[in-house]
């Protein structure tokens, strides 16, 4: 019992710290089952809280909690595209949970934009044109399921500023460029024009 925590100590450990005298009197060894009995519940509950509210981790019911709390609810207020149901999977509903807490803490500029995709979708990609009249071009480069697509495109993915308009171009891999970016860019032939 060198370093660990306060809270994953069990409760004979703490009966061992008696002194010799009283080691042995069962009213005292009782009293303090009963008192600590009540910390190591409560101790053991916020241990597995953290378990309980990891968003990875979450299924069903759990993950509905977890996005109420957040203001991102499974049924959508749009009806997808291709006759898919406007309510989310689980995995999809996570994706837009995640959106909706950098939604939330998002402090508005372009640059922080960047992060916050690779977190939604690493290995994807995003450019931001702004055009400088309240519109901003969105170029995204990676492979959306058409749910995620619709998702991005009625504004629960990417964070926008009141009174911004954004125009969303999903871009059809690789592109035509030239430079060493294997899957994403290509030349001649082989690359498609944004």
Same mark, same amino acid.
């Not at 203001?71 to 749009?78: C, I, L, M, N």
């Not at 399921?145 to 619709?150: A, C, H, K, L």
């Given at each position: 019992? $060198? &370093?660990?925590?306060?809270?994953?100590?069990?409760?004979?450990?703490?009966?061992? *710290?008696?002194?010799?005298?009283?080691? &042995? !009197?069962? #009213?005292? &060894?009782?009293? *303090?089952?009963? *008192? *600590?009995?009540?910390?190591? +519940?409560?101790s053991q509950t916020l241990v597995r809280m953290d378990t309980a509210l990891d968003l990875d981790a979450a299924v069903g019911a759990?993950?509905?909690?977890?996005?109420?709390?957040?203001?991102?609810?499974? #049924?959508?207020?749009?009806?997808?595209? $291709?006759?898919v149901s406007p309510i989310l999977d689980d995995s999809t509903f996570r994706i837009y949970i995640k959106a909706k807490l950098a939604q939330n803490k998002w402090d508005g500029t372009i640059g922080s934009l960047y992060p916050i995709w690779q977190q939604l979708f690493p290995g994807g990609s995003i450019i931001i044109i702004d055009n400088q009249n309240m519109t901003a071009d969105i170029t995204l480069k990676g492979t959306f !399921?058409?749910?995620?697509? +619709?998702l991005i495109t009625n504004g629960y993915i990417i964070p926008r500023p009141e009174g911004v308009l954004y125009t969303y171009i999903f871009g059809v891999l690789?592109?035509? $460029?030239? $430079?060493? !970016?294997p899957g994403f860019i290509a030349g001649f032939g082989e690359g498609h024009w944004v």
């Open positions: 019992y $060198g &370093n660990e925590p306060i809270e994953t100590l069990p409760i004979g450990y703490y009966i061992g *710290l008696l002194t010799h005298q009283y080691v &042995n !009197s069962p #009213t005292l &060894n009782a009293l *303090l089952y009963v *008192l *600590l009995k009540k910390f190591d +519940d409560v759990q993950l509905d909690m977890l996005g109420s709390t957040v203001g991102a609810f499974r #049924t959508v207020g749009f009806q997808p595209s $291709g006759g !399921s058409s749910i995620i697509q +619709d690789p592109y035509f $460029g030239f $430079g060493s !970016s």
